[in-house]
């Protein structure tokens, strides 16, 4: 069964660093996105991203974040200048349509910022 | 009013009993609904989706009703797998940018 890849799955970083988290979404999937889940709360949309653009973002998702699809098949989360409040599990999923389609996650890459 | 609120957890249920949890949603707009499950420090995965009509896969029942803006999830027979937190999970606007808002989830413990 196909499904959603994620690397890596656990990231240290220090605080002020960059940070790169890699998804490998449904081979024929249309659209992705990010989610974060902070420790103990619910899971928050961040992006969505379709066509090579950003659809829609949510509030989180500032200057200091940004989304990319280099290739193929890889689409990619970026922090700027971590912070320590960026310290969670950044799940990415994928879906065939949008438009209230099923949304399938991968494993989740835990970014722990010191 | 949140935008997806459901049941405070954790529900302990030994094997075998049914169990119900309860989901509603804010904006009367809400187009897609979904049930998801998360284990511990797990992605959620996909339950099921929940149609106008309601739904049935197996041992899980979903009803949706949109006059009251409220999401039911049953599960019969309750087996030791099941526990798990349980997602409750709306696209507002069905737009084409597909965002998921999630509940915060009910927590479900099945005993022996």
């Known amino acids: 069964e196909p499904e959603v890849t994620q690397t890596p799955s656990h990231q240290v970083t220090q605080m002020g660093q960059e940070v790169i988290l890699r998804c490998v979404p449904i081979s024929n999937h249309l659209y992705f996105y990010w989610y974060r889940q902070i420790l103990g709360q619910k899971v928050e949309f961040l992006v969505s991203?379709?066509?090579?653009?950003?659809?829609?973002k949510s509030e989180i998702f500032d200057d200091q974040f940004s989304v990319e699809r280099p290739d193929g098949s890889n689409f990619t989360l970026k922090i700027r200048s971590t912070k320590l409040e960026d310290s969670a599990m950044y799940f990415c999923?994928?879906?065939?349509?949008?438009?209230?389609?099923?949304?399938?996650f991968g494993p989740g890459t835990r970014l722990t910022v010191t | 009013r949140k935008e997806v609120e459901q049941d405070p957890g954790p529900f302990n249920v030994p094997e075998g009993a049914t169990v119900a949890f309860n989901c509603t949603y804010s904006?009367?707009?809400?187009?897609?609904f979904f049930w998801y499950r998360q284990d511990c420090r797990k992605e959620p995965k996909l339950l099921m989706s929940v149609y106008s009509s309601g739904n049935e896969d197996g041992r899980f029942t979903a009803q949706l009703n949109r006059a009251s803006q409220y999401i039911s999830l049953l599960i019969r027979d309750s087996k030791l797998s099941d526990s798990a937190t349980y997602l409750c999970?709306?696209?507002?606007?069905?737009?084409?940018?597909?965002?998921?808002?999630f509940g915060q989830g009910t927590e479900l413990s099945v005993k022996p």
């Open positions: 999970v709306v696209n507002p606007l069905g737009n084409q940018g597909g965002k998921l808002i």
């Open positions: 991203f379709y066509n090579n653009e950003i659809s829609e």
């Open positions: 999923a994928s879906s065939e349509t949008g438009m209230g389609y099923e949304q399938y």
């Open positions: 904006n009367s707009a809400s187009q897609s």
